[in-house]
């Protein structure tokens, strides 16, 4: 094992972020305290504007902290976005209108220098992996915004990025897409062991791919509890979703969810 796999994916280190807005100082977070091991797979639940998508821009370094340190892999921040240690999938799609689906996969390999036909040739493995083999050659605008999702998960997937960070990738889409895509994640991270950080407003999804659930609360952005799910060893396929420890996971977060508003 490399020095560098045994570092761990996320180190936040007693971070507090501060935003000075016109009608005062908003504290978005406050004493974050997290380490997320590499290969790991850790979500954020919490109500809105508990400081979710703002811990995630921070460890992606596009927030600073106001105080306390970030480091992926045991690099600053600033160094790992630079560096490209990771793959970033949010809400917005965000991909470039002008550029086919292939070419939008291909750009971060573009951007790395491989070459035109090795960047094809993945570009065409991932879009098999997320289920849009057809659809190489259409531009964004001719998809649907769950297609157009996949293919910004297949972008970020594109440089097999050891840790992948994930604001509500799937908030948009139909549930059966929804949990396609959710076992495709859990199928895909296995095999890259990448580590995931995943924002989510759904506690059956945090609880159905997380190997921790990290529950926050707001005003100010904190962590309440950290709740480890544990399935007695059982996969994270179709079964898992209707067996009891399942159920008993999701009944675990939803009670420090509700724990977390009740302050
Ligand atoms: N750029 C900014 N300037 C000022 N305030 C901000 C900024 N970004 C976030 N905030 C504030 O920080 C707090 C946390 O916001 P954040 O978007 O991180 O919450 P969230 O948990 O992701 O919410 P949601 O679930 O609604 O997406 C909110 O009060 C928000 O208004």
């Not at 978005?28 to 004493?31: H, V």
């Not at 809105?48 to 400081?51: D, E, L, P």
């Not at 917005?92 to 086919?100: C, D, E, K, V």
């Not at 100010?220 to 962590?223: A, K, L």
């Given at each position: 094992m490399s020095a560098e796999s045994r570092e761990p994916a996320v180190a936040v280190d007693a971070v507090d972020k501060r935003f000075a807005t016109g009608s005062g100082e908003v504290v978005?977070?406050?004493?974050i305290e997290l380490t997320i091991a590499a290969g790991e797979f850790v979500s954020l639940i919490g109500p809105?504007?508990?400081?979710k998508s703002t811990l995630l821009r921070v460890i992606a370094d596009l927030e600073q902290p106001t105080t306390g340190a970030v480091r992926v892999f045991g690099k600053f921040a600033r160094q790992a976005r630079l560096d490209q240690d990771y793959g970033i999938a949010f809400q917005?799609?965000?991909?470039?209108?002008?550029?086919?689906v292939l070419a939008n996969i291909e750009l971060p390999l573009e951007l790395h220098g491989v070459g035109k036909a090795a960047r094809t040739a993945r570009a065409k493995e991932l879009l098999e992996l997320v289920g849009?083999?057809?659809?190489?050659?259409?531009?964004?605008?001719?998809?649907?915004g769950g297609m157009q999702q996949r293919v910004a998960i297949a972008r970020s997937l594109a440089e097999r990025p050891k840790l992948l960070l994930m604001d509500?990738?799937?908030?948009?889409?139909?549930e059966m897409t929804r949990e396609r895509l959710q076992s495709e994640l859990v199928r895909i991270t296995k095999e890259t062991e990448a580590a995931v950080v995943f924002v989510t407003h759904s506690i059956p999804e945090a609880a159905f791919l997380s190997d921790r659930v990290v529950v926050m609360s707001p005003r100010?952005?904190?962590?309440q509890e950290i709740v480890t799910m544990e399935?007695?060893?059982?996969?994270?396929?179709?079964e898992l979703r209707q067996s009891a420890p399942y159920f008993a996971m999701v009944t675990a977060v939803r009670e420090a969810l509700h724990a977390g508003a009740a302050h």
């Open positions: 978005a977070l406050q004493g809105s504007g508990c400081g917005q799609a965000g991909l470039l209108p002008w550029r086919t849009l083999p057809d659809f190489a050659k259409h531009y964004p605008d001719q998809l649907s509500e990738p799937y908030g948009a889409l139909d100010p952005g904190r962590i399935f007695d060893g059982a996969a994270r396929d179709e």
